[in-house]
């Protein structure tokens, strides 16, 4: 498939949204919690308003944050191996 020049701009830019929210998310000044209403250790966050518990999510190895990294380089790699259509 070969890209048009405006959908290479598109596409560039998306990636470039998505580096940067991943960036924020993976910063070490942000947490990423789970909600579920049962603690199991002392280590979960428990609500005071609505007794909602939050338990910290690792962001680097086993969640669903993971498949950024793969997905920004998947789109890269579409953008190498795709020549703008002239």
Same mark, same amino acid.
């Not at 560039?12 to 998505?18: K, L, M, P, V």
């Not at 969640?63 to 990294?69: H, K, N």
């Given at each position: 498939?070969?890209?048009?020049?405006? /959908?290479?701009? @598109?596409?560039?830019?998306?990636?470039? /949204?998505?580096? @940067?929210?991943h960036a924020f998310i993976m910063s070490e000044s942000v947490a990423v919690a789970k909600v579920d209403r049962?603690?199991?250790t002392t280590l979960h966050y428990t609500r005071t308003i609505d007794g909602r518990v939050l338990y910290e999510?690792?962001?680097d190895v086993g969640?669903?944050?993971?498949?950024?990294?793969s997905g920004i380089k998947r789109l890269e790699g579409l953008l190498n191996e795709n020549e703008v259509q002239q």
């Open positions: 498939m070969k890209l048009r020049k405006c /959908d290479r701009v @598109r596409l560039e830019s998306a990636i470039e /949204d998505i580096r @940067r929210g049962h603690a199991t999510v690792s962001k969640s669903l944050l993971c498949v950024l990294t």
